[in-house]
Structure formats: structure tokens, C-alpha cells
């Protein structure tokens, strides 16, 4: 029985990913991120906003890990709660090259970032950001549509027209 | 007895609430320009409809018949507590239209937190959010900070406009008329505008690295929310996102300006400017945010949240400037600030309801509110210490000697009282849903003296009587009670009047 409980345990630990294992959610990190200061932790999610590219050679930009990181509301996301990211650094000289990242238009690439999490950094007047040391490319950035409105542009240009011709009249009355 | 409004009462305030309509609907066109131009069609419709119902209101107010065409200070009061009102009804369809909230009060208690330039948001993934629908949320900003009033006085012919200047919450006329008072806030305006957005530009730009449309973006939303000491941010993570210590800096100057009266603006501009120091104002606030720069200070070092000197004073000295000019940007996440107990909650607390100078863009009881309280209580205890027939002068210097009469004594510490209060009915609200004291208290301050920092209670899924109560703390705490005091009192007079 003993033998048999073991044999079933290792087969478990062998079926998980050996990733999923380290990543740690967003939400770890900055409630309680002197937890991990210093060591390497591993996070997944969206990159977001923009790409920093400063002149000490490294590149900022945000990681998401929140519900809309994989559907925005825009796309096939539902309502949940407020966007959770935290900066990470790129060394320029790793290499990586980003094209996308999310916004508006794009739904940016799902990355799973390991690097360093420096929490309070007093090298960087007590900032906290993730320093990558290395980024998988998990999903590639996908375009998101933008559906417009035909009632709302028809109730737009109602609007308007009614009150433009009712100044008109207006103007037309007091001559 | 109370006189029960005539008709042409309800006329005078219609017709000037939809000279406010105009104004808006014209800011309006801004971001549906920018949205056509961006081919963000779904953004350019919900501007459209909104623009719309602006431009349907002006219109239709201008149908209304006036005979006595004369807005007394009743008038002038109900049409300001009517436009922080209505205006962030209408102003809330893209935000609605969007999809970025959840519920239609959502979007009500966003572009009312914009426009009373509070920063609270409830909004849902910020960071996918049209750019047209974000540069709107900080517009809303600019429009409250600066004031559609002030804009709709510039425009106007003046009559009664005092009324109106007043009611906004502005306490002292800087040139003789409003009206020129009214050109002089938005020159102001303008000028800080093409410098700070510029200044905010350039930083993003040459030091983040931000590409150039990118960095203006950025440049002139910060702006708008720095400088009218709002505090919404284009991206979720506030000024966080930047980590960068200059653009923390140019943000923080800004922020400084828009918590400075435009009286002391217009010593800036014109001189002399030594005297500035001489205000009662100015001392006051000085000796505040040193106060509770230092309490803050010494409590975050207490908990030894930061390990290092560096990281002390540049995110205590940040998120205190943030707090005393009621900005409500913030360099930690809200589930740090929360983690911020003890002389540094005090520290922060006392700053977010203290706030910036008269007549400016800040909430909170105000430094001149607080250097004349001072003065009461230290000229009772005067009072009480001398013999029984001395009569202790009392004066104070702001923009010249003025006497301190017993009857603005009691004024001014009526009107902190009521802010006192005000922070205390947010507080019991969050309690009773089950909020801890510190995260109620925080919030409800936070909500009543316009700051926007948020250490977590305000949130989408918060119980919707909480979300109405802020908005109510965020509408009295910027119109400064008397304008919403007295819509209830015309209310009233029209119920039971005779």
C-alpha cells in the first residue's frame, strides 16, 4: 500500500508543470512582496501599455496577470475587478524583441516572466518591479475589433440634427 | 416665512444651466474628433450621443422666456449644485458605453469623481480602454478643475456671475470683476498646459523611451490630472507605472501649482512676490505638509516598510505631496498603502483632509480655513489668559492686513466642522458594511476632501449605497456644502413655501 501511494504521489508530481509550480500570482507580489525580495519567481500574464526603451540598454514595460489579461472586456472578458500588473524590466542585451504589447487595439502577448523581484529597491529610491531574466512567449498578441454602434450613432446624429435645426430656427425667429 | 420660488426663478436657473450645456457639449467635441481621427468608431458614437444631449439641452434652454433676466445668489448657487449634478450624467454615457463598468452608477461615480477632481475610480481594465474614452475621464478633470463655470463666465456677459463664482467653491476675486477673474484662471491654465504637458512629453519621450504619440498621451493626461489635482491615470498602476524618479518630479511640481490658489498665481505673475510668504495661507500650508510630511515620514520608518533612506523619502515625500494637494496619484499599490499603519496612516490622513490652498483646484478644509481655526482657538485661549476688560486686536495678513472678526471665526469653523462630519458619515457607512476603521476612515476622507488615494474599499463590487455615499462626499466636498445646502433649502421652499 505503502509502495503503491508513492509510486502514485511521484507520477502526480511528474504530471505537473514544473512552471506552474513557481509562478506566483500578481497579486502576491504586491501585497506581500517582501515575501520575495531578492529571489526569482516566476509570473505569467499580459504585457501592457508600453515599451520603454531607456538608455541604459533596458526595456519597461507591464505585466497583467488579471482576468482580462487573456480577454479583455473588449473582447470576450467579463466584468471582475480592477487590472493587476507590475512593472518588469528587460535587460536589452537578452535579446527579446516586442512588437505589440496591450492596449486599446491588441490584446498584447501572454509572456511567463522569471527574473529577480525587487521589492523596494533602494538602488531605484524604493521602487518594486520584477527584473527578467528570461521570457517565454506563451500566446502572440491577437487584434482586438472594435464593433461600433449603428443605434448610438443614429441616436448621436438625431441629436444633433434636431438641435441644429432648432437653433437654426431660432436664429430665423429673432431676424 | 419662506417664499416658495416663482416660476421665472425655475427659468433663470434653466437658462443658465444650459449656457453650461453649450460649454460642455463644445469640450465634448474634443474627444469625438480625436476618436474619428483615431478610427475609434465605437468611442466616436457614445461621444457623439453625449455631445448631443449636451447640444439638446443648450438649445432647448434658450427657448426659456426670461423676464426679470436677473441670477441673484439663490440662482447662482442652485445652478452650481445642479451642474455637478447633471453634467456627470451626461458626461458618464461613453464611459458607460464603453463596457468598462459594470453598472451604469459605475459610470456616474467615475465621471463625478472626474469632475469634482476626486480620482476614486471603479472602473474595470483600465488598460485596454479606448484612448479617446481615457483622455474624456481626465478631461473631466480640466473641465471641473478649471470649471465649466469659469469657462461659461468667460463667455458670458456677467450678470450675477459672482453668484456663480462663488457657489463653485472659489473664495476670493483676483481682478475687479469675475469675469476677468474667470480669463485670468484659464490664462493660468493655459500656461501651465503647453509647459507641464511639454515638460511631461519630453520626459516620457527622451528619458522613458516612450514612443512620441505615446508620450504626448501620456504628457497630456497627467497633466490634466496632476495640475487640477484630479488623479485618474491613463494606465492601472498611477504613477507606478513610470518608475521614473523626473517624471515623479514634473508631476509632483504640477501638482504643487494646482494646489495653489490662483491668488498666489496671480503674485507669481505679477508681484511682489515676497509677499506671498507674509499670507497667513502660505505659512499654513508649509508648516502642514512639513507636519505631516514628518509624521509620515517617521511612521513608515517605524514599520521599516523601506529599508533605505532613498526609498523613505521619495515614495513618503511622493504620496504625501499626493495627499495634501488632493491629487491622489500614487507610486505604491493600494494593497501597499493599506499596509501603511500607524503615524504614517496619521501622517497621510491629516494631509488628504487638510488639502491645498483656497480658490484652487485641491479639496480638503483648505490651509486659510486652517490658519484661521488656529487663530480662533488661540485667540480664545488668548481671551481667557488676559485680564477681563483687555481687548486682544486681531489681524492676519493675506494679500494685505485683514481683521479677524469673531463672525469669521465662527464661520470658518462651522465650515471645517462640516467637513468633519462629512468624513465621518463616509466612515460609518464603510463600517457598517463591515470595513476595518483605518480603510474606512482613509476612504471616506479620501472621498470627501477630493484626493482619490485608495487603500482597496473602492472597488467595483463595494455595495452600491457605499458608491452613492462617496459620490455625495465627493459633490459636497468640491462645491464646499453651501451651493448643494442651498439647492435643498430651494427645494424645500418650493415644497412648503408660501
Keep these: 500500500m505503502r509502495r503503491l501511494m508513492l509510486v502514485v504521489t511521484s507520477l502526480l508530481l511528474l504530471a505537473t508543470p514544473a512552471q506552474a509550480q513557481s509562478t506566483i500570482p500578481v497579486s502576491e507580489l504586491t501585497g506581500a512582496g517582501a515575501e520575495y525580495d531578492s529571489t526569482e519567481v516566476t509570473v505569467e500574464g499580459e504585457l501592457v501599455g508600453d515599451i520603454g526603451e531607456r538608455r541604459d540598454g533596458t526595456v519597461w514595460t507591464q505585466l497583467n496577470d488579471d482576468s482580462y489579461a487573456r480577454d479583455p472586456l473588449r473582447d470576450s472578458g467579463t466584468h471582475d475587478e480592477g487590472n493587476t500588473g507590475i512593472g518588469v524590466r528587460i535587460d536589452g542585451s537578452l535579446g527579446y524583441q516586442f512588437e505589440q504589447v496591450g492596449g486599446y487595439r491588441w490584446r498584447g502577448p501572454i509572456v511567463a516572466a522569471t527574473g529577480i523581484w525587487h521589492h523596494h529597491d533602494p538602488e531605484r529610491g524604493g521602487e518594486s518591479y520584477l527584473e527578467v531574466t528570461a521570457l517565454e512567449f506563451l500566446e502572440a498578441p491577437r487584434l482586438l475589433t472594435d464593433s461600433s454602434s449603428s443605434f448610438a450613432w443614429a441616436i448621436g446624429a438625431i441629436l444633433i440634427v434636431a438641435a441644429a435645426l432648432l437653433y437654426l430656427r431660432q436664429r430665423s425667429d429673432r431676424t | 416665512m419662506l417664499l416658495r420660488p416663482e416660476a421665472d426663478d425655475f427659468r433663470i436657473i434653466g437658462r443658465q444651466l444650459g449656457l453650461i450645456s453649450g460649454v460642455t457639449a463644445i469640450a465634448g467635441l474634443i474627444p469625438f474628433v480625436w476618436a474619428l481621427i483615431a478610427r475609434e468608431w465605437k468611442p466616436a458614437s457614445s461621444f457623439l450621443v453625449m455631445v448631443g444631449v449636451f447640444a439638446m439641452a443648450a438649445v432647448a434652454a434658450r427657448y426659456i422666456r426670461v423676464e426679470r433676466h436677473r441670477l441673484e445668489w439663490r440662482h447662482g448657487m442652485v445652478v452650481v449644485a445642479l451642474t455637478w449634478l447633471l453634467v456627470p450624467a451626461a458626461g458618464a454615457i461613453?464611459?458607460?458605453?464603453?463596457?468598462?463598468?459594470?453598472?451604469?452608477?459605475?459610470?456616474?461615480?467615475?465621471?463625478?469623481?472626474?469632475?469634482?477632481?476626486?480620482?476614486?475610480?471603479?472602473?474595470?481594465?483600465?488598460?485596454?480602454?479606448?484612448?479617446?474614452?481615457?483622455?474624456?475621464?481626465?478631461?473631466?478633470?480640466?473641465?471641473?478643475?478649471?470649471?465649466?463655470?469659469?469657462?461659461?463666465?468667460?463667455?458670458?456677459?456677467?450678470?450675477?456671475?459672482?453668484?456663480?463664482?462663488?457657489?463653485?467653491?472659489?473664495?476670493?476675486?483676483?481682478?475687479?470683476?469675475?469675469?476677468?477673474?474667470?480669463?485670468?484662471?484659464?490664462?493660468?491654465?493655459?500656461?501651465?498646459?503647453?509647459?507641464?504637458?511639454?515638460?511631461?512629453?519630453?520626459?516620457?519621450?527622451?528619458?522613458?523611451?516612450?514612443?512620441?504619440?505615446?508620450?504626448?498621451?501620456?504628457?497630456?493626461?497627467?497633466?490634466?490630472?496632476?495640475?487640477?489635482?484630479?488623479?485618474?491615470?491613463?494606465?492601472?498602476?498611477?504613477?507606478?507605472?513610470?518608475?521614473?524618479?523626473?517624471?515623479?518630479?514634473?508631476?509632483?511640481?504640477?501638482?504643487?501649482?494646482?494646489?495653489?490658489?490662483?491668488?498666489?498665481?496671480?503674485?507669481?505673475?505679477?508681484?511682489?512676490?515676497?509677499?506671498?510668504?507674509?499670507?497667513?495661507?502660505?505659512?499654513?500650508?508649509?508648516?502642514?505638509?512639513?507636519?505631516?510630511?514628518?509624521?509620515?515620514?517617521?511612521?513608515?520608518?517605524?514599520?521599516?516598510?523601506?529599508?533605505?533612506?532613498?526609498?523613505?523619502?521619495?515614495?513618503?515625500?511622493f504620496q504625501v505631496l499626493s495627499a495634501h494637494t488632493g491629487t491622489g496619484f500614487t507610486t505604491v499599490s493600494s494593497s501597499e498603502l493599506a499596509l501603511w499603519g500607524g503615524l504614517a496612516f496619521g501622517g497621510m490622513g491629516i494631509a488628504m483632509a487638510l488639502g491645498g490652498m483656497a480658490s484652487s483646484t485641491a479639496g480638503g478644509v483648505k490651509s486659510l480655513r486652517v490658519g484661521l481655526t488656529i487663530r480662533t482657538i488661540a485667540g480664545q485661549v488668548k481671551q481667557v489668559l488676559l485680564p477681563e476688560r483687555a481687548m486682544p486686536s486681531e489681524s492676519y495678513y493675506q494679500n494685505g492686513v485683514r481683521r479677524f472678526t469673531p463672525q469669521l471665526g465662527q464661520a470658518v469653523m462651522t465650515v471645517s466642522l462640516l467637513y468633519v462630519a462629512l468624513f465621518l458619515l463616509g466612515t460609518g457607512v464603510a463600517l457598517g458594511y463591515g470595513f476595518g476603521l483605518q480603510e474606512s476612515l482613509f476612504e471616506s476622507v479620501s472621498a470627501g476632501a477630493s484626493v482619490g488615494l485608495s487603500v482597496g474599499v473602492t472597488d467595483p463590487t463595494m455595495p452600491l449605497l457605499l458608491k452613492v455615499t462617496y459620490a455625495v462626499q465627493m459633490w459636497l466636498g468640491r462645491l464646499e456644502f453651501v451651493a448643494v445646502f442651498s439647492l435643498f433649502g430651494f427645494i424645500y421652499s418650493w415644497i412648503r413655501g408660501k
Design chain 2, 94 to 317: 461613453p464611459l458607460w458605453l464603453s463596457g468598462h463598468y459594470g453598472q451604469p452608477f459605475d459610470a456616474y461615480f467615475d465621471a463625478m469623481s472626474g469632475l469634482s477632481t476626486t480620482g476614486l475610480t471603479l472602473i474595470q481594465d483600465l488598460d485596454h480602454l479606448a484612448p479617446s474614452v481615457n483622455f474624456w475621464r481626465h478631461l473631466l478633470h480640466f473641465l471641473g478643475g478649471q470649471g465649466i463655470i469659469i469657462a461659461a463666465l468667460s463667455l458670458s456677459s456677467g450678470l450675477g456671475a459672482t453668484t456663480l463664482y462663488y457657489g463653485e467653491g472659489r473664495e476670493e476675486r483676483i481682478l475687479p470683476n469675475v469675469r476677468s477673474t474667470a480669463r485670468f484662471i484659464w490664462l493660468v491654465a493655459a500656461y501651465h498646459l503647453v509647459i507641464g504637458v511639454a515638460a511631461l512629453a519630453a520626459v516620457a519621450f527622451f528619458t522613458l523611451g516612450f514612443r512620441p504619440w505615446r508620450a504626448l498621451f501620456h504628457g497630456l493626461n497627467i497633466f490634466f490630472a496632476g495640475f487640477d489635482t484630479g488623479g485618474f491615470s491613463p494606465q492601472s498602476t498611477s504613477i507606478g507605472y513610470y518608475h521614473s524618479a523626473i517624471f515623479e518630479a514634473v508631476t509632483g511640481l504640477l501638482m504643487v501649482a494646482g494646489a495653489m490658489s490662483f491668488g498666489l498665481h496671480f503674485a507669481l505673475w505679477r508681484g511682489p512676490r515676497r509677499a506671498i510668504f507674509k499670507n497667513l495661507e502660505t505659512k499654513t500650508i508649509l508648516a502642514t505638509v512639513t507636519f505631516t510630511m514628518l509624521l509620515t515620514m517617521l511612521g513608515l520608518a517605524a514599520t521599516g516598510i523601506y529599508s533605505s533612506f532613498t526609498g523613505l523619502g521619495r515614495q513618503g515625500f
